[in-house]
């Protein structure tokens, strides 16, 4: 779970507002789409910098019961984190062509995150400031270079600035090829200070309470941030085949793979774990990642291993209601459990499994990937330990999570908001599974 979302059910035990937990299911009216805007066209800001540019953000926090926008004291109001997930929202809506309304919103927020983007004069020039402060009185507003959480550097906020402009440059040289131009120079500045610092790393490894993991990925051994890299570099790779490129993608995808352990039978049943010996929810995309870049790029030993982890480890996160983190020991060949948390839930957490299963049926045609997905989003509406709606379609909140004892943080800020989105707005590709949802 973020940092952030830790603060938020914090503050929100502090102020009382736990006491809505636990409120029956309300009743939905029929909607033609589950995805629902309204809530995230909230969030949704414009601002301009300090150089005039105009940008595009989207709010941080959004705190019940009346839903105003919160900055957090130490990063800002707003993020490339956040504000790229929501990009790439706006550039898979099928109505993207006809709606001026999102076109708009689109073209702010990649100017957001073109302008975050550190220069030759900055540390870290190449890789992606986070935050930005509010403008006040007379004044613009100003990036936050300097917390730990915002500054230019290898880590969650840059893979995602690539993922997010790696997909809307073949938009952009259709719309507007002068920004396409920008776009494409923001990610060669990426890419070659990614292929400085991660291209010629050995593949060694470490060993961590027995268990043996890579030390080539970021952070040694973050498969969840090495995930968002392949995402991103194999769209660049797709698009402008560069040989060293192709080698880093290689060397990400062997360093996910080597963070698998167990099996059909053995435990964790083909988790793959997300750094060290610790596996958490949020952000695994892993086999998310290898189905996609697997199939793009004729790795089947990668499907393969994607497979493996949804074919054992997901049935066994549904049976055990799902889990927020877990962190294993090896001793000779066998991996045992030594923590297990099932709280915080939040839709960071779930929506990777939605994405991974209806990959795997979109790869498979094999109904058990649908039926799966179904399963996980039923998390969504209701079918949680708070038996609560932790996606309103009506009003379009992802709420921010379920604590123990089924506490229900009400406050929907953008992650929460965002990554609810992405899960529907994934399965209304698919009508076929989704009318299983009903």
Known sequence: MSLRNVLSVFLLVLSGQNQLAAQPLPSQRATERYVNLSHLNRLYQTTKLANGSKVGTVAI????PDYRLVTDADEGFTCVDDVSRAALLLLREPDLATSTDKQAKLRGMTEFVLQLQADGRDAGAGYFYNFLWPSRTGMPAA???TFKTSVAQPNFWSWRALWYLSEAYPFYQKADPTLAERIQTAIQKLVTVMLRDFGSRRPEFNVVKGVKVPKWLPYGSGSDQAAIMLLGLANVQQQTPIADVLKLIELLGVGIVAMQYGGRVYYPFGAILSYENNWHAYAS???????????????PGWQARALREIDNFYPYLLNEGLLESFAVEQSGHYVKEVTTSKFSQIAYGVRPMIWASLEAYEQTKDVKYANMAVQFARWFLGNNPARTLMYDRITGRGYDGIGPNAIVNRNSGAESTIESLWAFQRLEQYPEVLKKLK
């Open 143 to 145: 990036i936050n270079k």
């Open 61 to 64: 926090y959004s705190e019940a």
């Open 285 to 299: 995309d892993q086999s998310y990642a290898l189905l996609r870049v697997g199939k793009a790029l004729n790795k």
